[in-house]
C-alpha cells in the first residue's frame, strides 16, 4: 500500500555514516566531524534572548500564514540596508525553514510532467521536492570549470517545452562556489526569454568571502528567491526561512501556506526579529571571519594531500573534493576514512550521480583545531594505503 | 507560469471574515469570536517553562528527522498510561504540526490517481493534501444522522479500485462529532479487507467530554494515527505533532521527513517534554473541564435560537449548525453576523461543499463571558430579521 515514489526517496548515505560515527563515539573513539551541513555556533545570545522573552510573554499562538508581519518587514529593511534594493513586505512569505519555501514553490510551479533543471551536484532535496509534485527534476552535469553552477549556455541547451523553471544554489551545497552577478543576469535572461521562472536559494547568501555578495533579487521582479535563518543566522533548529516571490504570486502562497503548514513556528519568528539587530550582526560577522579562516586552511591543506578541489569555493561552507587519487569508490572511501582515520565525510552520491563515486564533500563546520587534527588524520591515513 | 493546482486551492474564506473582524475591531467596534480553531488558552506555563530552559540551554540544533527519542518514548508512554495500548516508541515519528504528518502520510500512501475517501464536511486541507500529490479526493457527503463520520457502510459504497484509503478525523473538525469504537472497529474491517489505509486523524481525542476517549491504535498495528500538541496541549503556535504508523513505513518516513523539513523545531520537542507532566495534565484537564462548560452552555443555547445540531457534538471546540431557518447563503449571512451583530463564526463552505450553504461552524474558543454575549446579540439579530 506504499506510493510508489518512496522507492525513488531514499535516506542520505551521510545518515549512516553520522549513526556510526556516533556508535564509534559511544565506543570511547574521538571522530573528526566534517560531514555536518549545520554550523558548529549555537544561536547567537541575541535571538535565543528574544526566543526567550517571546515566549514569557505568551507569544504561544498560530501567527497569519504568511508570517509576522514586523518579520516580513525587518527582512525587506535588510535587503534595502545590505543590498541596497527595494523588495516590499508584501512580497516575502516566512516559512519553516528554507524546506517550507523549497515546497511552496515546487507546490506553485511545477505541474506533473513539467520539468525543472538543476545541477549535479547540488542540494539534494531539490530532485526530490519536484518529483513530490508529479515534476521531472532535470540534473544538469557541471564542473568546477568555471563554477558549478547552471549558467544561461546549459540552461538553454537543456531547455525543452516542458521545462518551467531553473532552480540555483548561490554559493552551492556542496561546492562553495556562487555563480558571478553578470552570469546570474545572464542566466535569468535565458529563462525569461522561455517563459520560465528562475528560482535562486540563497541560503549560503552571506557566507561568502570574497567582497560583497549579491541578491538575485537586484536583477528583476519576477525572481524567486529562497533564504534561511539556519545557516548564516545559526538558526537550524529553530525551523525558519523565508521567500520572496513576484507580487502575483503571493495570493496563492498565502492559501497554500494555510494548507500546508498554516504558519512557521511562533518563537522563531519572535527570535529572528532580533537577527537583524546590530549587536547580532557583529557576532555573525564574527563567525564568518572564522569560517573563513577555516576554508582558507582547509582548501590548501585538501589540495596537498591530492584532492582535487575545481572551481572557486568562495561561500558556504564545503569543500568538494575529487578524491579519485585515492579511490573509485567514494562511498566506501568514507567508510574507511570513518572507520579507520576517524574521520567523517559526506559521499558525493548525497549530492547527485555526476562523478558521485569520485567526490567527497568536506564541512568546515568545526574547529580550526578539530580541522587540523582531521587533516593530520588524512595524511597518516592517505601515507598508509 | 503558474502550476494549474493552484486554481483549486483557495484561501479559506474565514480567513476574509478574520481580516474584516480585526478590521472592525480597529475602528472600535467589540467582536465576539466564535470563528477560531484555537484554543484561547496560552501555552501551560510548565511547557513554555521547559522551552525557555532548553533554549538557554542552548538547544537550538537539528534534532534526528523522525524526533527526539525522549520525547517519542514519552508519547509511547502516554498511550500506554492513557490507553493501555503498546505502541513501540519506534513507530512514532515527530513531526511540524498534524499538518507535517498529514502531509508525510499522502506523500508515503498517496500515488497519482489514487483515490482518498474523506467526510464532507471535513478539515479543508484534507483534500488538498492528497490532490498536492496528485491523488483523488473522494468527498463522501455525511450527516449528523447519526454521527458525521465515514464508517463501514458509507467506505463500502464509495471504495474502487483507485481508492487507497480512508481518512477519518475523530473527534471531527467542524461537527465534535466521534466515531464509537466498535464502529471504528467496522470501519478498519472495511478498509482492511480492500488493502487500503486507515488514517485516523485523532488531534481532537483528549478534547472528549463524555468519559474516556479511545485511540484507533488499540485496534491493530495496521492503523495510521495522526496526533498534535496543538488543540489539547494548547501548543498551537510551537508547530508540533506526531504520527504513528506501522513499523515498515519507519524508514521511508525517515527518509521522506529528511527531505521535507528535515526535523521537527527543536525547542517545540524539548518543550514538549513537559506536556505529560503530572502538573501539566492537572492544568489540561481544568481546560477541558471549561471546554466542557462551554459546550454544554452553547448547544442548547443555539438550538433555542433556531440553529439546527445533529448527531452528538462530544470532543473538539465546534458545533456544526444549519442556519436554514436564517438563510440559504451561510457565507453572506456570515458577512451580516459579523457586520450588524459583531458575532463572528465560519462558514460551512470552508469545510465542503455538501450542505454548507445552510452551514455554519460555531468555535467555542472563547469564554463563557463571551460565548453568552455572542448568544445574546444573535438573538437580538434574529429577532429583528
Known amino acids: 500500500m506504499k506510493a510508489r515514489r518512496l522507492a525513488s526517496i531514499t535516506p542520505f548515505q551521510v545518515m549512516a555514516l553520522l549513526a556510526r560515527a556516533r556508535q564509534l563515539e559511544s565506543e570511547g573513539r574521538r571522530i573528526v566531524h566534517m560531514e555536518i551541513g549545520e554550523p558548529d555556533f549555537d544561536t547567537p545570545a541575541p535571538i535565543t534572548a528574544a526566543g526567550v522573552a517571546a515566549l514569557q510573554a505568551g507569544q504561544t499562538h498560530y501567527t497569519p500564514a504568511l508570517g509576522l508581519p514586523a518579520l516580513r518587514q525587518a527582512i525587506a529593511e535588510d535587503y534595502r540596508r545590505r543590498f541596497g534594493v527595494e523588495i516590499s513586505a508584501q512580497r516575502i512569505v516566512i516559512t519553516p525553514g528554507a524546506s517550507g519555501a523549497l515546497q511552496l514553490l515546487s507546490a506553485a510551479l511545477v505541474d506533473p510532467g513539467s520539468r525543472v533543471l538543476m545541477s549535479d551536484p547540488g542540494y539534494p532535496c531539490n530532485p526530490n521536492f519536484v518529483r513530490l509534485f508529479g515534476g521531472e527534476p532535470v ?58 521562472a528562475l528560482v535562486v536559494d540563497e541560503i549560503y547568501q552571506n557566507l561568502y568571502y570574497e567582497g560583497r555578495p549579491y541578491t538575485a533579487l537586484e536583477l528583476g521582479d519576477d525572481v524567486f528567491v529562497i533564504n534561511s535563518f539556519s545557516k548564516y543566522f545559526g538558526m537550524t533548529g529553530w525551523r525558519l526561512g523565508w521567500l520572496v516571490a513576484p507580487a502575483d504570486f503571493i495570493q496563492p502562497l498565502d492559501a497554500l501556506a494555510q494548507n500546508l503548514f498554516l ?32 576554508r582558507d586552511y582547509l582548501l590548501p591543506a585538501l589540495r596537498e594531500l591530492g584532492f582535487g578541489i575545481d572551481g572557486h569555493p568562495a561561500g558556504a561552507f564545503y569543500l568538494y573534493a575529487d578524491c579519485s587519487a585515492f579511490t573509485d569508490d567514494s562511498y566506501t572511501f568514507c567508510q574507511q576514512l570513518l ?5 567523517a565525510v559526506t559521499p558525493g552520491s548525497d549530492f547527485g550521480t555526476q562523478a558521485a563515486q569520485r567526490h567527497l564533500r568536506f564541512a568546515y563546520t568545526t574547529s580550526l583545531a578539530q580541522l587540523r587534527l582531521g587533516v593530520q588524520r588524512l595524511r597518516d591515513y592517505l601515507q598508509c594505503q
Chains 1, 2 share one sequence.
Do not use: C, K
Not at 339 to 343: I, L, N, Q, R, Y
Open 339 to 343: 572507520e579507520t582515520a576517524g574521520v
Open 139 to 196: 540534473a544538469v552535469p557541471v564542473t568546477g570549470r568555471p563554477h558549478y553552477q547552471l549558467d544561461a549556455e546549459s540552461v538553454t541547451r537543456h531547455w525543452s517545452s516542458a521545462t518551467v523553471a531553473a532552480l540555483i544554489a548561490s554559493p552551492s551545497n556542496p561546492t562553495g562556489s556562487v555563480l558571478p552577478r553578470a552570469q546570474m543576469a545572464a542566466l535569468l535572461g535565458a529563462v525569461r526569454e522561455r517563459g520560465g
Open 263 to 294: 504558519a512557521a513556528p511562533t518563537v522563531a519568528q519572535y527570535a529572528a526579529l532580533a537577527a537583524f539587530e546590530p549587536g547580532t550582526q557583529t557576532v555573525l560577522e564574527q563567525r564568518r571571519e572564522e569560517f573563513r579562516r577555516r
